[in-house]
């Protein structure tokens, strides 16, 4: 061994490198497994993603091509060839299935414009509101969450309970307490089903807006606020120019998140009314009548299909309008 080769020294049982020798670069992990980790790890989660949602997705897009109606479901695979047709029979807005379907999604656009903005707005007023210190404040937020908390059809069935004609809560503090009202509503069937429909959708839903804005005030300082207050500047100013200002990135998520919710919510109305009225005909519970009650589910595929790609392109012009707009404020 000549004096040149790098000798082990053995120190109290660990072998060092002898004086003046290069250490030894740690040993790498492959390139093949630095890379593959992450996707190894997201493979059960893309696995059950595409189980969920992807394949019925694509089915659903194949059946809407397919003549499929009550006497080909054993065997589904084996219905005509349809093409188009579905599609043309559905955005024929002159027949009757194209009109009832118009109707339903002017229905839902109205009905998800008033929700949203009645569910941001008490969300928002209340999560500043429970800003202020003062006694019974953790109560009252978690009474506030109740709503959210709360199984949706354990919700909804008590509200369905609450909305009867003759013996209903709604009615009895209506008319029998307070008389506010000449004669018992109907409150499940007619015009006034789409404002039932609307109480029991922003009951349920404004707690998850006043959830993630509470969450967002939690990054405003307050120094901000006491320099508004020593400046001047009254509640709602600081509201106006401070809090809403802050909270828009915060606010552009929770609206889209609302919307997609809203417009697709089949579960409330289907609990609510079993069969909508007409003043209350979603354009999902509408779509799911179309195909059960009519056997024809070509053309429920074909209006999935068309409410799937209405619903990618409002999602894509707000995500750029909204993504513009924070470019702009922040140059």
Not at 89 to 113: K, N, Q
Not at 116 to 121: A, E, P, R, S
Not at 131 to 148: C, D, H, N, S
Not at 315 to 321: D, K
Request: glycine fraction near 8%.
């Amino acid at each position: 061994m000549t004096s040149s080769t790098v000798e082990d020294v053995v120190e109290g049982g660990v072998r060092k490198a002898a004086p003046g020798a290069e250490a030894r670069p740690p040993r790498r992990p492959g390139r093949l497994r630095r890379i593959g980790l992450p996707y190894l790890l997201l493979l059960p989660a893309l696995a059950l993603e595409l189980l969920v949602h992807l394949v019925p997705m694509v089915i659903g897009i194949f059946m809407s091509f397919k003549e499929l109606t009550q006497f080909f479901i054993r065997d589904w695979g084996a219905a005509p060839w349809a093409g188009l047709d579905n599609y043309k029979l559905t955005v024929d807005f002159s027949a009757p299935v194209g009109e009832a379907l118009l109707d339903s999604f002017f229905v839902t656009c109205a009905f998800t414009v008033l929700s949203v903005g009645l569910c941001w707005l008490l969300g928002t007023a209340a999560a500043i509101f429970m800003q202020e210190t003062f006694r019974g404040r953790g109560l009252l937020r978690a009474v506030f969450l109740i709503p959210y908390a709360l199984p949706v059809y354990a919700a909804v069935i008590t509200w369905a309970f609450m909305f009867q004609h003759d013996n209903g809560l709604i009615n009895h503090v209506l008319h029998d307490q307070l008389g506010i009202t000449d004669k018992r509503t109907f409150w499940l069937i007619g015009d006034n089903s789409f404002w039932a429909l609307l109480t029991v959708s922003v009951w349920k839903g404004w707690p998850f807006a006043f959830l993630i804005v509470m969450a967002g005030l939690q990054n405003i300082p307050k120094e901000m606020y006491e320099a508004a207050a020593m400046d001047g500047a009254g509640i709602w100013q600081q509201v106006r120019r401070i809090t809403l200002p802050s909270l828009r990135p915060v606010n552009q998520v929770l609206v889209l998140v609302l919307f997609l919710w809203t417009f697709n919510d089949f579960n409330t109305p289907f609990v609510l009314f079993g069969k909508a009225p007409e003043a209350a005909d979603l354009i999902s519970v509408h779509i799911y009548q179309s195909s059960f009650n009519t056997w024809n589910f070509g053309a429920g595929s074909a209006m999935s299909v068309l409410l799937l790609l209405f619903l990618l392109v409002v999602t894509g012009v707000y995500l750029a309008l909204t993504s513009r707009g924070r470019k702009v404020s922040d140059v």
